[in-house]
C-alpha cells in the first residue's frame, strides 16, 4: 500500500488518484448499520490496481451521484 507523503510534488499525488472515468466502478455494499446514531456503509471495490478494497463511509451513502 502506498501512503500519503506531503512532500510528493503535486504532479505525483495527481497520479497517484488518476483513473479511467469510463470504465465499470465495479462497487458492492458488503453492509450498513448504525452506531450512536450515525449511518456506517462497509463497501467494496476494484481499484483497477491491486484488485478489491475496503472502504468505509461515515453518514449516509445511498448510491445517488451528488
Known amino acids: 500500500m ?3 507523503d506531503p512532500t510528493t510534488p503535486r ?5 497517484f488518484f488518476d483513473y479511467d472515468a469510463s470504465s ?3 462497487t458492492s455494499i458488503v ?4 452506531r450512536d446514531g450515525v ?5 467494496r471495490f476494484d481499484n483497477g490496481v491491486a ?3 475496503a ?7 445511498d448510491g445517488r451521484a451528488s
Open 11 to 15: 504532479v505525483g499525488l495527481v497520479a
Open 39 to 43: 449511518a456506517l456503509t462497509e463497501l
Open 24 to 26: 465499470p466502478q465495479r
Open 55 to 61: 472502504a468505509y463511509v461515515v453518514g449516509e451513502a
Open 2 to 4: 502506498t501512503r500519503y
Open 31 to 34: 453492509g450498513r448499520e448504525e
Open 51 to 53: 484488485g478489491e478494497v
